[in-house]
């Protein structure tokens, strides 16, 4: 693993930002693991930036989402479509029907994990994945508990992770109680990772995501086995290492 530890939010935004732009760079049509939240929009916004300077091209690279909320529609401004849209996909030349997020707002949930599965497969796996970490250690929507789970799934939310999302919704009753993520293995098969942390609020989970025992309860924890890990974080979240 390597580890890169930034001054602020907006220095490790500026450096996970150049490892994607390199490596769109060197390879224009990749599968970029893509993820939502508050950690990634500085990277976002940053890309952006290399596209508006002419310096990156999106218009070979192919996107897959982490996870989205069950329940909600692609213009539901909660959902995890319309956060991607108006955070990056709408600001760069990436082709739209590139873009893939689970469908929130199917009926057979377990055929969209499938269908979810077999598009990553189809696309030859991803390339790189961006990823934020959980309060509790999750990584998509993989919450802890007793087994990991290898592949795209529909999950029930954890209180904790309800509880830390709800800063999003007028009331917490608003949080939809289910999402689909990608699973573990679908995680894990990306060639390159790259986590990105910040503040001193995820200090001690990143340490005991990367330094702890590797454990379900930890679902972070499993990114210890992967070969090409960055961790990219600022002075507080990464104060603990
Ligand atoms: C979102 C996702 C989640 C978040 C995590 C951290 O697509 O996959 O695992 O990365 O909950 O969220 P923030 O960045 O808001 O602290």
Known sequence: MKIYKTRD?????????????????????????????????????????????????????????????????????????????????????????NTHVPNGIVQDAELECTRYEDLIRKLGGIDLQLLGLGNNGHIGFNEPGAAFI???????LTESTINANKRFFETADQVPRQAFTMGIKTILQARRIVMIVSGEGKAGIVKEAFFGPITPNVPASILQLHNDVHLVGDEAALSLL
């Open 9 to 97: 939010y907006d220095g490790m935004s500026s450096k996970a930002a150049m490892i994607i732009s390199a490596q769109v760079i060197l390879k224009g049509n990749s599968v970029l693991g893509l993820a939502t939240g508050s950690s990634p929009i500085g990277v976002y916004r940053r890309l952006i930036e290399g596209y508006a300077g002419g310096d990156l091209d999106f218009s070979g690279v192919t996107t897959v989402n982490l996870d989205e909320y069950r329940g909600l529609t692609p213009e539901n401004e909660q959902s995890y479509r319309y956060f991607m849209n108006t955070q990056l996909f709408g600001h760069i030349n990436i082709k739209p029907e």
């Open 150 to 156: 290898p592949d795209t799934h529909c999950v029930d």
